[in-house]
């Protein structure tokens, strides 16, 4: 979903006022501030009729909602594989886009790209080396636990960071060629980091409550933790995909107007 900010940037780089887009979407005035400001979200259909008064392709968005069909295709496929086979599989995938955003001279794609693989790996190297540190230096298991996952959200958290001031400089009035297309795939990005911090946050905070009080009303994050994060990954590809459609049906669009 589209922030109020980012509402606001699309109407007025369509050059239509709060009085009108009141309007289109038959609504008053003090709605549309209310959109703007974050005080409320637009339902699914008012946020369409939006983009759509302001000439917004909403083809890319469509294609977002369809390839989630697909991450679940994928989903299953890593479940049937070894860790070390996924972030193979993973970081092949992302080769794959990289070497799209190249070609296609698509920066944003590759930049992304970049940027999780990056982290990504950056992580999957130091994880294990972190681990063995951390055995040596402590003997408290719960310790141990809880500075191996804090670990792991630092970098989902980094990466939320990343993606999300990628996101808002998509919105500065010296990128207004910008496509809001680009912001939703960047802000979509960023909230999938969100929901891998939290995943392993929960998996944390039920280990540290089993530990200690012998609580196991969390399990399930300890039980599915793995397809989980999984699901995270599976989601990111589903992100880039989508971004590569969306650039083949730009570039698409431009060779049929010449």
């Not at 009108?20 to 609504?27: G, N, S, T, Y």
């Not at 070497?99 to 990056?118: D, F, M, N, W």
């Amino acid at each position: 979903m589209l922030d109020g900010s980012a509402l606001k940037s699309v109407r007025k780089n369509a050059g239509i006022s709060q009085t009108d887009m009141a309007k289109k979407l038959d609504c008053d005035r003090r709605t549309i501030i209310n959109y703007e400001q974050g005080v409320c979200e637009p339902k699914a259909s008012q946020l369409f009729r939006w983009l759509s008064a302001c000439k917004v392709d909403l083809k890319p968005l469509a294609a977002q909602v369809r390839n989630i069909k697909e991450s679940l295709f994928l989903l299953f496929t890593l479940g049937v594989l070894s860790p070390n086979e996924v972030s193979f599989l993973y970081i092949g995938i992302l080769t794959v886009c990289a070497l799209h955003g190249i070609v296609r001279s698509k920066k944003e794609t590759t930049h992304a790209v970049l940027i999780i693989a990056s982290l990504y790996t950056l992580e999957y190297i130091l994880i294990d080396y972190y681990y063995e540190f951390l055995l040596w230096c402590f003997n408290s298991k719960l310790l141990i636990a809880i500075l191996y996952y804090s670990f792991q959200v630092a970098f989902s958290v980094s990466a939320y960071y990343i993606f999300y001031s990628r996101a808002k400089r998509c919105l500065s009035p010296l990128k207004e060629a910008t496509k809001p297309t680009v912001y939703f795939f960047e802000k979509t990005l960023s909230n999938i980091y969100v929901y891998l911090a939290i995943i392993t946050t929960l998996h944390l905070i039920d280990f540290y409550i089993d530990e200690k009080y012998n609580y196991t009303f969390l399990s399930v994050f300890y039980t599915h933790y793995e397809n989980l994060i999984y699901i995270g990954m599976s989601l990111v590809i589903c992100t880039l995909t989508a971004m590569v459609t969306s650039h083949e049906k730009e570039l698409k669009t431009v060779k049929q107007q010449l």
